[in-house]
């Protein structure tokens, strides 16, 4: 699942350059680096990238190793369930038994082997339970700005997989306030809803065809067409009809079926300059500076410079964030607000910035 | 006197483009608001400006009012009192009686009105007198950015302006360090020392002709030549060989017949952002912000964008200054240390940041 903005990474992610197609962290690019942690496991041939149309050049320039033909392009974004359904039915077409690992492209993972050792166990528990799978994580803070997981000590059908931990799903939480947060960490029966999913491709079009069937209907749709000359025209309109929804608001919160692996391999959702700043490497000062920046006097700052030097003097928890047409400068604690600049430029129709 | 580059007003002050031809304060550059505030005193036939070679054709196009021939070149900095030697031989050619105000280009004055009333004063003074004469502002707080100008309970000869705040000078002081700012704002006697003096072209040059002697003869020599075909050349070889000296240190602190007008019509040399800050109208939130400027939770700062949008958000006493090729991020009362980035570019020999 690629075809996000990642809005509160502005004024580095924009429309025509989101978060998952720039170095955020690490290495390459976050889709880079998102295909590169399922090696060898998942080779580049079956990956699928599910993205919006106006993004398929970057992903193509990007991951030249990933066959055209495994690009989708969503002609609109419509939440996660729409995208999770078109792929699954060209998953099905190429393989009846094809086992689907759902994954955000624009995520960061610490232990990859351990990752990597959580997804065959899920594809486990997936093939033998014929259910849905997600990975939970386990939280170390009272984070606000997750979904939350509650998991249930029934052990039915997963007795052998219990102290690897397996669990039933009780129930999915939206993202609760610091009191509500605080007391899921306490409970200890609460995981990060990390956004992974992994199931059987058939298994999942049936629990769209019970719980969405609207949806269900508007993808097959589209699938009959796929490889037709009506198959662009088809999506277009099909999509635009499309209501957007959530995986988790359409399905997981209604099916029965549910697992979660608990896991614990460093994980984060990258969603906010100070998540990346808690991720990164500081130095001495606790500073996290990148590109041609000079400082005086400062302290547990994270600095961005994009070409233009910056000179930063006396600051102390201050982010600073630059691009070639707009800047940021940001209270550290305070960057899920960047969510409002870029509200205020979607009202003023600031289209060039967005 | 515009031949400074005003660093520590980086980075929009550079050599190319120096604080007194920019937009800093009030309508016009400060060039601009310098000679508009003279007017209808000193017409600008008879304002002189001497300025490095590079400036000159900046203040060409943003004066057209002055005759290119009150355009003075100096081929390099060497500090004040070459700078002032040199305007005084030309105006002694043109009238042997030349009254000359000497002024900085980049300061700020409020009450111009009161201003020019106590320039007619000082003309009056240095004529009846002989003497020197400069304006001492009342120190309103203990600043160490300034010098100070002690004077003396003398009346000789003044007897009739001493009501009028004129005063015999006792002593000169450099930047002071705080507790003895603090102690010359207490003692009641001291002034900040402007940099604006007052004299006839005539003396002021018999006081180069006793302090400074190596100087007199150099700017003799130059000045020997003015309107000959050797005169740039002359300029050149001369101006490389004097010693940098200021008028303070080379003949104020040693002169006798010396005098201060006691000035309280608003001053400020508009040192650096901070002290911008401080001079300019601040809206509710207490920000001064100038250009594409969106602030959340943001207060006691002073943003300038240069074309970009900034977006601030949760800041507090912070300054913020944009230009096309380097960004100054400051808290508030550390602009002073500006100066090192400039130090620091000019070690690394960054010259295009210069």
Redesign the interface.
């Known amino acids: 699942m690629a075809g996000g903005v990642g809005s509160r990474l502005?004024?580095r992610s924009r429309a025509a350059s989101p978060k998952q197609l720039l170095h955020i962290m690490g290495e390459g690019t976050m889709i880079q680096n998102t295909v590169a942690r399922l090696q060898p496991m998942i080779p580049p041939d079956r990956v699928l990238i599910v993205t919006n149309a106006s993004q398929i050049d970057g992903f193509r320039d990007q991951i030249p190793s990933i066959p055209q033909e495994n690009l989708v392009a969503e002609p609109f974004g419509r939440n996660t369930a729409p995208c999770i359904g078109l792929a699954a039915t060209i998953l099905l077409e190429r393989d009846p038994d094809a086992m689907m690992v759902v994954l955000p492209a624009d995520h960061w993972i610490e232990n990859v082997h351990e990752f990597q050792n959580r997804l065959k166990l899920a594809c486990t528990i997936a093939e033998e339970r014929k259910g849905l799978v997600t990975l939970g994580i386990t939280p170390n803070r009272p984070e606000t700005g997750y979904g939350y997981i509650q998991w249930s000590e029934k052990k039915d059908g997963i007795e052998k997989h219990y102290d690897e931990g397996v669990r039933v799903v009780r129930t999915f939480a939206e993202k609760p306030d610091l009191p509500t947060a605080e007391r899921f960490l306490r409970s200890g029966d609460f995981l990060w809803n990390s956004g992974m999913f992994i199931w059987r491709a058939d298994i999942i079009l049936k629990e769209f065809e019970e719980h969405l069937p609207d949806l269900h209907e508007q993808i097959c749709k589209i699938s009959n067409t796929y490889g037709d000359d009506s198959y662009p025209n088809i999506l277009e309109k099909t999509y635009r009809r499309i209501t957007p929804i959530s995986i988790d608001y359409g399905v997981m919160e209604k099916a029965k079926n549910v697992y979660v692996l608990q896991c614990d391999f460093g994980w984060s959702d990258v969603g906010s300059w100070d998540e990346t700043y808690r991720l990164s490497r500081k130095d001495n000062e606790m500073n996290f500076l990148l590109g041609d920046v000079?400082t005086?006097?400062t302290n547990n700052s994270f600095i961005r410079s994009d070409g233009?030097?910056?000179?930063?003097?006396?600051?102390?928890d201050?982010i600073?964030i630059?691009s070639?047409?707009?800047?940021?400068?940001?209270?550290r604690?305070?960057?899920q607000?960047?969510q409002?600049?870029v509200d205020?430029l979607r009202r003023k129709k600031?289209t060039s910035?967005l």
Do not use: F, M, N, T
């Open positions: 502005w004024p000079v005086i006097e233009r030097l910056i000179a930063a003097i006396g600051l102390e201050v600073i630059d070639p047409d707009a800047l940021l400068v940001c209270k604690g305070e960057s607000q960047v409002k600049v205020y600031i910035l």
